[in-house]
């Protein structure tokens, strides 16, 4: 369907938006806003209709929406003072004035718009991963992987993971492979883990920001989506405020903005506190105590074969020593007053019943941020399984949010 408004054209079939004749590069989520006002021309669409129809109901911040707004006024020739083409209706919504012409049948009747391809799996490439080596501004090495295809995405690096074992995991296999259809995915072992360096001189908060900056530049990437999950969220955020130009998307999972042994919550404090203590005792130990604390909080849905890879993965990744002190230095990281500086357009992605880092640590990264959506996922893993509904919900949410 083409449809002719003002001095523009907007072409639903080949997604494409032109100006007096000339193409204009509209984001997936603002060309869907403009189809769905042209569609809807002289009614007044409020905040409701927007987050049903171009959200498809996920929660979204004013600020967010108001955002696109803004674009779809720049990608039509309009502005915020001007409001020719696209109107705002003080405390109810928006109006869309023009009057519009369909060159091709009856624009009251919507053709369905595609915000998604799937694209051409080489089975070889998703079979595959690369390992390198990188120096951190210290000199610390850091490993990391190059995995899939498609657009470039780098995750930041969490406590508790090993480049190897993580590819053979029926725990991140799964996740990798099916991330691994629509990125070309960089992920690395931060400091004191895996195949990176485990001698730690400085655990400091800026060390870990400039893992993530050495890694992303051995990448070779100019532009990315920065992934993040747990206590890898708050090194992301200072990365996209130090770097705004060279992300093109935040996405995080079960992360928080407060470290759990800062927050203002002394019940949060001590259980971290007792965390560290099990730790000590307990690493990489099949039946104990910690082990068992673990797996009830991190995967309590998990089967026999993901628990015990979680042994094994404690075993080979770092020392009970390296575990304390890295999960320590996690627990005290505060971005809290980073957030209102991040512009880049985030989406969050928090379990609802998320035993490791509480929903309203999500919250407080989506209501801290900007121009950011929040989906609330069903499941109380904090590693979303292949096994769980919420599987499937989380990439559809991803591969939306990503589209380019």
Same mark, same amino acid.
Request: net charge negative; proline share 4%; hydrophobic share 40%.
């Given at each position: 369907?083409?449809?002719?408004?003002?001095?523009?054209?907007?072409?639903?079939?080949?997604?494409?938006?032109?100006?007096?004749?000339?193409?204009?590069?509209?984001?997936?989520?603002?060309?869907?806003?403009?189809?769905?006002?042209?569609?809807?021309?002289?009614?007044?669409?409020?905040?409701?209709?927007?987050?049903?129809?171009?959200?498809?109901?996920?929660?979204?911040?004013?600020?967010?929406?108001?955002?696109?707004?803004?674009?779809?006024?720049?990608?039509?020739?309009?502005?915020?003072?001007?409001?020719?083409?696209?109107?705002?209706?003080?405390?109810?919504?928006?109006?869309?004035?023009?009057?519009?012409?369909?060159?091709?049948?009856?624009?009251?009747?919507?053709?369905?718009?595609?915000?998604?391809?799937?694209?051409?799996?080489?089975?070889?490439?998703?079979?595959?991963?690369?390992?390198?080596?990188?120096?951190?501004?210290?000199?610390?090495?850091?490993?990391?992987?190059?995995?899939?295809?498609?657009?470039?995405?780098?995750?930041?690096?969490?406590?508790?993971?090993?480049?190897?074992?993580?590819?053979?995991?029926?725990?991140?296999?799964?996740?990798?492979?099916?991330?691994?259809?629509?990125?070309?995915?960089?992920?690395?072992?931060?400091?004191?883990?895996?195949?990176?360096?485990?001698?730690?001189?400085?655990?400091?908060?800026?060390?870990?920001?400039?893992?993530?900056?050495?890694?992303?530049?051995?990448?070779?990437?100019?532009?990315?989506?920065?992934?993040?999950?747990?206590?890898?969220?708050?090194?992301?955020?200072?990365?996209?405020?130090?770097?705004?130009?060279?992300?093109?998307?935040?996405?995080?999972?079960?992360?928080?903005?407060?470290?759990?042994?800062?927050?203002?919550?002394?019940?949060?404090?001590?259980?971290?506190?007792?965390?560290?203590?099990?730790?000590?005792?307990?690493?990489?130990?099949?039946?104990?105590?910690?082990?068992?604390?673990?797996?009830?909080?991190?995967?309590?849905?998990?089967?026999?074969?993901?628990?015990?890879?979680?042994?094994?993965?404690?075993?080979?990744?770092?020392?009970?020593? #390296?575990?304390?002190?890295?999960?320590?230095?996690?627990?005290?990281?505060?971005?809290?007053?980073?957030?209102?500086?991040?512009?880049?357009?985030?989406?969050?992605?928090?379990?609802? #019943?998320?035993?490791?880092?509480?929903?309203?640590?999500?919250?407080?990264?989506?209501?801290?941020?900007?121009?950011?959506?929040?989906?609330?996922?069903?499941?109380?893993?904090?590693?979303?399984?292949?096994?769980?509904?919420?599987?499937?919900?989380?990439?559809?949410?991803?591969?939306?949010?990503?589209?380019?």
């Amino acid at each position: 369907m083409k449809y002719r408004f003002d001095d523009c054209e907007l072409d639903t079939d080949s997604r494409e938006l032109t100006r007096n004749g000339d193409a204009i590069a509209v984001e997936p989520q603002v060309f869907d806003l403009l189809v769905y006002l042209i569609e809807n021309p002289d009614r007044l669409i409020n905040h409701s209709d927007l987050i049903e129809s171009v959200w498809n109901g996920r929660i979204v911040s004013d600020s967010a929406i108001a955002a696109r707004i803004s674009a779809a006024r720049k990608a039509v020739g309009d502005s915020g003072k001007e409001q020719r083409v696209i109107k705002t209706v003080s405390r109810k919504g928006f109006r869309f004035l023009p009057a519009v012409e369909s060159l091709t049948g009856d624009s009251n009747a919507p053709e369905p718009v595609s915000t998604a391809h799937e694209p051409a799996v080489d089975l070889q490439a998703l079979d595959h991963q690369q390992i390198h080596f990188c120096k951190s501004a210290d000199g610390t090495r850091i490993a990391y992987a190059r995995t899939g295809q498609g657009v470039p995405l780098v995750r930041t690096g969490h406590w508790l993971t090993h480049l190897e074992h993580d590819w053979h995991s029926p725990i991140w296999r799964p996740f990798l492979d099916r991330m691994g259809r629509h990125f070309e995915v960089v992920r690395y072992d931060q400091r004191g883990c895996g195949l990176s360096d485990w001698e730690l001189s400085d655990l400091a908060f800026e060390r870990f920001v400039e893992d993530l900056e050495a890694v992303v530049d051995a990448s070779g990437y100019e532009r990315f989506v920065l992934y993040a999950t747990s206590q890898g969220v708050p090194v992301a955020v200072e990365y996209a405020v130090r770097h705004p130009e060279r992300v093109s998307h935040l996405v995080f999972l079960g992360g928080y903005a407060t470290g759990r042994l800062v927050r203002n919550n002394a019940a949060e404090v001590e259980q971290g506190e007792a965390i560290l203590k099990l730790i000590e005792h307990g690493w990489g130990v099949s039946g104990s105590p910690f082990l068992q604390a673990f797996t009830t909080m991190y995967v309590p849905g998990g089967n026999r074969d993901q628990i015990d890879s979680l042994v094994e993965l404690q075993r080979l990744t770092t020392s009970p020593a #390296n575990a304390v002190a890295i999960r320590r230095a996690v627990d005290s990281f505060d971005v809290a007053d980073r957030l209102a500086r991040v512009a880049v357009k985030t989406l969050v992605m928090h379990a609802a #019943n998320d035993g490791v880092h509480p929903v309203a640590q999500g919250r407080e990264i989506a209501a801290g941020i900007p121009d950011c959506e929040f989906v609330l996922l069903d499941s109380a893993n904090h590693a979303i399984l292949p096994q769980e509904a919420a599987w499937e919900r989380f990439f559809g949410e991803l591969q939306l949010f990503t589209a380019p």
